[in-house]
């Protein structure tokens, strides 16, 4: 099994701060790493593939980076909608999520 | 619309049975993957399988094998997971998703199942 491993587990931010959350996987994934945002009671919504791709019709605040272990996810000026919790995901062999990190509001 | 419709919250009680369904809609239901994943309350999301409904190839997590069966019927282009004896930790909200070369493109509303005696 690879495993995903997300930090921080929670992040306290303000409107306009930069955000940026790690993902490192157990073994290389090449690139095969999306990234998706969930709010409360809601389904998670897809924002990155191939570690760097924007979905279409996503901000490109949203941003991602990295190959092999270790990636990336950038937000370069958190807006009131982008309070959420984020979460990687590897597709390089099956599928895993990593355990999500919390963007709140400071 | 491309989209994927779940059938409702259920509650059962340990040890009875269930299938849960996700309908697709507005695209070529035989062409993508359609996955299942578990969100236990307050906790992260679970990728528990995929089917191909265009010939039923079935791909289990380890976590997740036995434990659960994934199935689809392509007729009417739905997907289905189901349990043949329930358990309190199987408690959780269920999602169904269309796979796009792996990742999760589109996601159905989700499906709570509440197992208590």
């Known amino acids: 099994d690879i495993q995903m491993t997300q930090s921080p587990s929670t992040l306290s931010v303000s409107v306009g701060d930069r955000v940026t959350i790690t993902c490192r996987a157990s073994h290389s994934i090449s690139s095969w790493l999306a990234w998706y945002q969930q709010k409360p009671g809601k389904a998670p919504k897809l924002l990155i593939y191939?570690?760097?791709s924007l979905e279409s019709g996503v901000p490109s605040r949203f941003s991602g980076s990295g190959s092999g272990t270790e990636f990336t996810l950038t937000i370069s000026s958190l807006q009131p909608d982008d309070f959420a919790t984020y979460y990687c995901?590897?597709?390089?062999?099956?599928?895993?999520f990593g355990q999500g990190t919390k963007v709140e509001i400071k | 619309e491309v989209q994927l419709v779940q059938s409702g919250a259920e509650v059962k009680k340990p040890g009875e049975s269930l299938k849960i369904s996700c309908k697709g809609s507005g695209y070529s239901f035989t062409s993508y993957w359609i996955g299942w994943v578990r969100q236990m309350p307050g906790k992260g999301l679970e990728w528990m399988g995929i089917i191909y409904p265009g010939d039923s190839d079935t791909r289990y997590s380890p976590s997740f094998r036995g434990q659960v069966t994934i199935s689809a019927d392509k007729s009417i282009s739905t997907a289905y997971l189901q349990w043949s004896s329930l358990k309190a930790s199987d408690t959780a909200m269920y999602y169904c998703a269309r796979s796009h070369s792996g990742t999760f493109d589109i996601w159905g509303q989700g499906t709570m199942v509440t197992v208590s005696s």
């Open positions: 995901q590897q597709y390089n062999s099956y599928s895993t």
């Open positions: 191939k570690a760097s």
